[in-house]
């Protein structure tokens, strides 16, 4: 079994700043690309970031140069710093990680966290 578990969510004025982190866990041989996505009321579950395990980063454009995105591989944990907040980042931010659970799997399985609450209050 794999579990993420994420911390960090809270309520946070408008401006301010909050770390959420996702540690995985379990049975996992090497994971590729980690995520963050937000689901708002009534919205879609969008991509706020991604980081291959090379580092690579990628953001959306609503967050890109307030978010920053890191991982630490040897802990399998990935985190996300969340600078000038706004109340439209309100939302449930789940982490998702892409991973290959044996050597000899063929292809990687998608885990994801059980989310963590943002509010954003202006």
């Known amino acids: 079994q794999v579990q993420l578990v994420e911390s960090g969510g809270g309520l946070v004025q408008a401006g301010g700043s909050l770390r959420l982190s996702c540690a995985a866990s379990g049975s996992i041989f090497r994971i590729n690309n980690m995520a963050w996505y937000r689901q708002a009321p009534g919205n879609q579950r969008e991509l706020v970031a991604a980081?291959?395990?090379?580092?690579?980063?990628n953001y959306a454009d609503s967050v890109k140069g307030r978010f920053t995105i890191s991982r630490d591989n040897a802990k399998n944990t990935v985190s996300l710093q969340m600078n000038g907040l706004k109340p439209e980042d309100t939302a449930v931010y789940y982490c998702?990680?892409?991973?290959?659970?044996?050597?000899?799997?063929?292809?990687?399985?998608?885990?994801w966290g059980q989310g963590t609450q943002v509010t954003v209050s202006s």
């Open positions: 998702n990680a892409q991973l290959f659970r044996r050597a000899w799997s063929a292809s990687t399985t998608d885990y």
């Open positions: 980081i291959t395990n090379g580092g690579s980063t």
